[in-house]
């Protein structure tokens, strides 16, 4: 059987096809493949870009943490010093009060009837103090009245017995007679009677001075005791005013207007939250690094340092259930953002010494061991060649172009997003803090610099 020839026309179409066919087989191949392997071939390596810093120096603390429970270092619950009825209260929970302050009253009726009558007793009292000031006055001029008397009496009774000396001796020369003599002598007992008689008005005067001078004592003496008897009804109709000991907040108020309270009964209780005192129990192994001034952090529940305080008493004996020693740490709370009784993480500072860190970006971790990648010159690295971020032949490096060096490091605490390197680096150390998984041992690299950060619009 003949094959049947194709008419030309439809010959010319089959042969195009095929060479369409053949045309896009091969660009497809040239555009997957061939244009590829010619970018590779004549591709320059490159080094990988990386940025690089310095470790930082800073202050690392030696610390532990701690659960503590906040105290008031003023607390209490008040209590009436007397029984009776409350009248008013004019507090309410949760309010500041300040020292001396009035915060409720009980019912002083008979209290201030007790007041009023030794009120009453006090200017009786007063009264009887100062009629008894006037007899002694009175009296003293008496006595200063025959006391003059006396005087003159006493230079009477003087004159009288010269005159009769005079009148003796006139007898013994018989220049008067017996009768003028007796006369001298009759005048001269006259004049000592009188005087004895001044002596006995003066004496009596005394006594009267003596005795006005004893009331006068007592009616002062019944004064003060009026006057004490006053004072005490005052403080006792005080005690129906509870006022504030100490500045401070009040707290629960269990009774109301018009209850009869007793001196058992809790009226209400009043805590001075300004200035609290932190207790913590502290382990016995760390008793010997307790001293006084300690610093103490309080965190926040993210870990942030709110404020600091010191401690400012050492348990001197130790629990013998827990094995701990109680101290306490002093804050203040102006602000009142703490309350007694609430439990708060805090965190000892045990000592500060300079520290070399490094962000935790920075560390790798491989077999149990720690390292970081530290930027160096060829000809210091130790490196016998480089190593290229992409599959490439190794490169030909100069002595000054620059290697990631792995290096072993040894680590201290975590602070923040840095953690402290005891050794392995030193502060001049060029640390490549970002970008290390993309690195190995001896890759060629090249220091690009940070991004600055775009300005606000």
């Known amino acids: 059987m003949m094959l049947q020839r194709l008419p030309l026309p439809r010959q010319r179409w089959v042969w195009v096809l095929l060479g369409l066919l053949v045309l896009g087989g091969g660009w497809l191949f040239y555009d997957r493949f061939l244009r590829i392997l010619l970018v590779v071939i004549r591709l320059k390596p490159q080094p990988s870009p990386v940025v690089v810093t310095r470790p930082q120096v800073q202050t690392v603390a030696e610390t532990s943490e701690f659960v503590g429970r906040f105290d008031s270092r003023q607390s209490v619950t008040l209590q009436p010093r007397i029984s009776g009825q409350v009248q008013a209260i004019l507090v309410q929970s949760g ?77 013994r020369e018989g220049a008067a007679s017996q009768q003028e003599l007796d006369q001298q002598l009759f005048r ?44 005490q009804a005052q403080a006792n109709l005080e005690n129906y005013m509870i006022r504030a000991p100490f500045s401070g907040q009040i707290g629960n108020i269990p009774i109301k207007v018009g209850d009869f309270v007793t001196t058992s009964t809790p009226l209400l209780t009043l805590t001075e939250n300004q200035n609290l005192e932190l207790s913590l129990d502290i382990p016995l192994e760390r008793a010997a690094d307790l001293r006084l001034g300690l610093p103490v952090q309080l965190l926040s529940p993210q870990g942030q340092v709110i404020q600091t305080g010191s401690v400012f008493f050492i348990a001197p004996t130790v629990n013998t259930q827990s094995q701990t020693v109680q101290v306490k740490a002093a804050f203040a709370n102006p602000e009142g953002r703490f309350r007694s009784d609430q439990f708060a993480q805090v965190r000892v500072v045990w000592a500060t010494r300079p520290g070399l860190v490094v962000p935790v970006t920075a560390i790798s971790r491989l077999g149990g061991q720690n390292f970081v990648f530290v930027a160096k010159p060829f000809r210091e690295s130790g490196c016998k060649s480089a190593v290229l971020p992409n599959p490439g032949p190794p490169p030909q490096l100069q002595p000054n172009d620059w290697v990631a060096v792995q290096t072993q490091v040894q680590l201290g605490k975590i602070i923040g997003n840095t953690q402290e390197v005891l050794s392995g680096i030193t502060p001049d150390s060029r640390l490549i803090p970002t970008g290390i998984l993309q690195l190995n041992n001896c890759t060629w690299i090249m220091e690009q610099k940070p991004a600055s950060p775009t300005p606000p619009s």
């Open 95 to 171: 309010a500041t009060v300040q020292a001396g302050q009035l915060l409720l009253r009980v019912d002083a009726a008979e209290q201030q009837a007790q007041v009023r009558n030794q009120e009453a007793a006090v200017k009786n009292a007063q009264a009887e103090v100062a009629a008894a000031q006037t007899d002694v006055q009175a009296e003293r001029a008496t006595l200063k009245a025959v006391q003059a008397n006396q005087t003159a009496l006493s230079a009477d009774r003087q004159l009288a017995r010269q005159e009769y000396q005079r009148f003796e001796q006139l007898y």
């Open 188 to 231: 001269l007992r006259a004049a000592e009677a009188r005087l004895e008689q001044a002596k006995a008005q003066v004496s009596t005067q005394q006594s009267a001075i003596a005795r006005a001078e004893a009331r006068l004592v007592r009616a002062r003496a019944s004064l003060s005791q009026a006057q004490a008897s006053l004072s």
